[in-house]
């Protein structure tokens, strides 16, 4: 083996005999960690927290990370496959094979119904950070989609976004303040109030967050957690939980506003100098009452006046909201509402607020590089979620079944995915298999064998980011990943693979030709020494100057310098000009769940409990990991929370098997009878049904119940939340049989046999 860049460097900060410690990154999520790497000759065994780095950390996964990268199951050879789509046999072949056989397919699909019927999917699985800056559309700050069909002439890129982070990311604060959340921070540090609001940052990979939350309730900050579980955050902040109904954000928000302008409580200057849509919003919000609001959300009245007061009063509210406000009907309207709660409740770029958090405060790296899609070519998805493609500049990845398999509005024939399982991250897993099974050409690429290798045509094996090289910014704290172990087998690092499929295209020129040069683009103009970087392991903290505060005062927000807000007005849109045009409601309206208690009572009869999936536990990373033992064993069962008062009447006890039931199938979890849910209301484990995942983890894909068609209709997300479903008590070895009965041990799989 060669010897590692970091070694090179002279990063080894211990070398007892045989063994040694470098510095480096976390590879197994995209927190990436700052971490102690052991070695023992050439192997990985275990990684350490940095003592003293700020973004020293491990976690569950993190703590097995030899288990990971060392696992059977990595993919370590280009395969090409035969036989019937969805029940593959892989025949091992060369790089080079696999690449010219790949771009070949291409090219042919492109002849016959032009380039924009090859679509690109990128996932959560692919952790280096600068795959996400780096290939993202011009113009996009950020997005896991890349622009690597953009010269093929498609501008069918894809990803992740499109059924996470995107609505409360990017579509809700772009129509608000045209402030982009990954330019804002919340000042957990400086805070009075810490709203936490349908998130557990407990969970949160690192628990970063939860770490400065418990610092500030120490020192006297309060914290308020508006979820439908009691989760670990509300006991470790020794916070106050309001127990929402799923599904319900937008009119609690919408009656806090309420209570705030009827109490005269609101930041008057604010309003008056710096929003559009205020006296709309006030006519609006009148009719959310806290009473009638109660009897929307479930929440007591008096809890609602107290929490508006609280928010309106406080030195510095800040607002923590992750994925968990986006699943539902009216997901980005029930963000604007929160967003505009904070704003006009005078926490918005305030101390102990939501900061923006812009260079010079933040840092970019040098997005110039960045390539724009092919014009004259609509991405699908535009004609149903034209928000979405206005502010990512790519497809929505749901409607691809639609484009396959109708050929609407165009025909898509090619699909790569990179990094991605989409058979057990979105609805309805059946009717994407048989989409799968339409296409001419697929290309795989990950670093364990995922379902839909098994619809494959090449299937190429991944690095993982302890195997090769990159960058990591956090704030302004600027580090390299150095590749610190070999890859198995020929496993390549994603940006090898994508640089040589632009190379077989013909327009590899676009690209850097190697990582090192893609690093040095990404610092190019930015200040970065390289050298110095290059010297330190450690990082370099870039010095920022001393904050900034409601920056739209001061003209630091919008591209000509003129104080406002980079929106058409030039306000904060309480009313958004955006939405109006393509034809939504203006107004951070609400709408109940389309499948709920109230939005369709007669469905209630058979299906009286309110679902919900999506929650993330510490011991994998969406679907991965699932085949990993050792993580396995601390969480050997999807779990489906339900409270004592729902489980006595269907006698379910804790640890029994049961199924969950909604319209749209059945799927068996094991209960967790606890009263840290709102009752009438259900939490499913989601992420599973993975190829190799362990057995009673394989058999549960939450998405077999979840709708494909319930969406959001501004960003076309899924509803993984608020629907209705059953749950009764099933028989441990009933027809449906035990999970773990049914299929063979994981390391054992026939399918992972078959890669
Ligand atoms: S949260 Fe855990 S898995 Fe993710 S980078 Fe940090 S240590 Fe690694």
Redesign the pocket.
């Known amino acids: 083996m060669n010897r590692s860049r970091s070694e090179q460097a002279g990063a080894a900060i211990a070398k007892p005999t045989g063994s040694r410690t470098v510095e480096g990154?976390?590879?197994?999520?995209?927190?990436?960690?700052a971490?102690h790497i052991h070695l023992e000759g050439e192997r990985l065994r275990r990684?350490t927290?940095r003592p003293g780095h700020p973004y020293g950390?491990?976690?569950?996964?993190?703590t097995r990370?030899a288990d990971i990268v060392y696992a059977s199951q990595r993919l370590l050879y280009p395969q090409a496959a035969f036989g019937p789509r969805g029940r593959r046999e892989f025949r091992r072949i060369g790089w080079e094979e696999a690449l010219d056989s790949t771009a070949e397919a291409l090219r042919g699909i492109a002849e016959e119904y032009g380039p924009e019927a090859v679509c690109i999917y990128t996932g959560q699985g692919t952790?280096e950070q600068s795959l996400w800056q780096m290939l993202s559309p011009a113009g996009v700050p950020e997005t896991s989609a890349w622009n690597l069909l953009f010269p093929f002439g498609s501008p069918n890129t894809t990803g992740a976004g499109s059924n996470c982070y995107a609505a409360q990311g990017v579509i809700a604060p772009a129509l608000n303040s045209g402030v982009w959340k990954i330019d804002t921070v919340p000042d957990i540090e400086h805070s009075d109030l810490i709203v936490v609001w349908g998130t557990n940052p407990a969970s949160?990979?690192?628990p970063r967050h939860m770490t400065a939350i418990k610092r500030a309730c120490d020192r006297g900050a309060r914290a308020l957690v508006i979820d439908h579980r009691r989760t670990e955050t509300v006991r470790i902040a020794g916070g106050r939980w309001l127990a929402i109904r799923p599904g319900t954000d937008g009119a609690l928000a919408l009656a806090m506003i309420h209570v705030v302008i009827e109490e005269q409580l609101y930041d008057r200057h604010f309003v008056a100098r710096w929003t559009a849509g205020f006296e709309e919003l006030k006519s609006y919000a009148a009719g959310f009452s806290p009473e009638q609001a109660e009897s929307i959300t479930g929440i007591p009245a008096e809890q609602i006046r107290r929490a508006a007061r609280d928010i309106a009063r406080a030195r510095g509210a800040c607002f923590l909201y992750d994925t968990g406000l986006e699943y539902t009907n009216s997901g980005v309207q029930n963000i604007r509402a929160v967003m505009t709660l904070e704003a006009i409740t005078g926490n918005y770029d305030v101390p102990g607020g939501t900061l923006i958090n812009i260079p010079p405060w933040g840092f970019w790296v040098n997005r110039s590089r960045r390539l724009s899609p092919p014009t004259g070519k609509i991405p699908i998805g535009a004609d149903r979620y034209p928000l979405y493609t206005l502010f990512r500049r790519e497809a929505q990845a749901m409607e691809l079944p639609r484009a396959i398999l109708e050929g609407k509005p165009y025909p898509i024939r090619a699909l790569l995915i990179i990094g991605a399982s989409i058979l057990t991250a979105y609805p309805d897993p059946e009717l994407w298999r048989r989409s799968l099974e339409k296409l001419e050409f697929m290309m795989v690429v990950d670093r364990f064998p995922t379902e839909e290798a098994l619809y494959a045509d090449i299937v190429l094996p991944a690095a993982t980011a302890f195997e090769h090289d990159g960058y990591v910014v956090k704030g302004r704290r600027i580090s390299l990943r150095r590749q610190v172990i070999e890859p198995p087998g020929e496993a390549r690092c994603d940006w090898d693979i994508a640089i040589a499929l632009a190379n077989k295209l013909g327009y590899g020129h676009l690209y850097p030709r190697s990582i090192e040069e893609m690093v040095e683009w990404a610092f190019e103009g930015t200040g970065v020494d390289l050298a110095e970087l290059r010297e330190k392991p450690e990082g370099i903290e870039l010095p920022a100057p001393p904050m900034k505060y409601r920056k739209w005062e001061l003209g630091l927000l919008r591209p000509d310098g003129k104080p406002g807000f980079d929106t058409p007005t030039g306000k904060y849109e309480i009313t958004s000009t955006v939405l109006e045009r393509y034809g939504y409601d203006p107004l951070p309206v609400f709408s109940f769940p389309l499948e709920g208690p109230l939005g369709s009572p007669e469905l209630l009869q058979r299906y009286p409990l309110v679902f919900n999936s999506g929650s993330r536990n510490k011991a994998f990373?969406n679907s991965q990991y699932h085949h990993i033992p050792s993580l396995v064993r601390r969480y050997p069962r999807p779990l489906v929370w339900i409270h004592p008062e729902d489980a006595a009447p269907r006698r379910i006890a804790e640890g029994d098997r049961v199924v969950v039931k909604t319209r749209r199938g059945e799927v068996f979890y094991t209960a967790h009878v606890t009263e840290d849910i709102v009752p009438g209301v259900v939490e499913a484990d989601a992420h599973g049904g993975g190829l190799i995942a362990a057995p009673a983890w394989r058999e549960c894909n939450a998405n077999e119940l979840t709708d494909f068609e319930n969406r959001d209709p501004i960003s076309g997300f899924p509803v993984y939340k608020a629907l209705l479903c059953q749950v009764s008590k099933a028989d441990p070895y009933g027809s449906a049989g035990s999970a773990d009965a049914r299929v063979p041990e994981t390391r054992e799989t026939p399918s992972k046999d078959r890669l």
């Open positions: 990154h976390c590879g197994l999520c995209s927190s990436a960690c971490v990684v927290p950390a491990t976690c569950r996964r993190s990370a952790f949160g990979s690192p990373f």
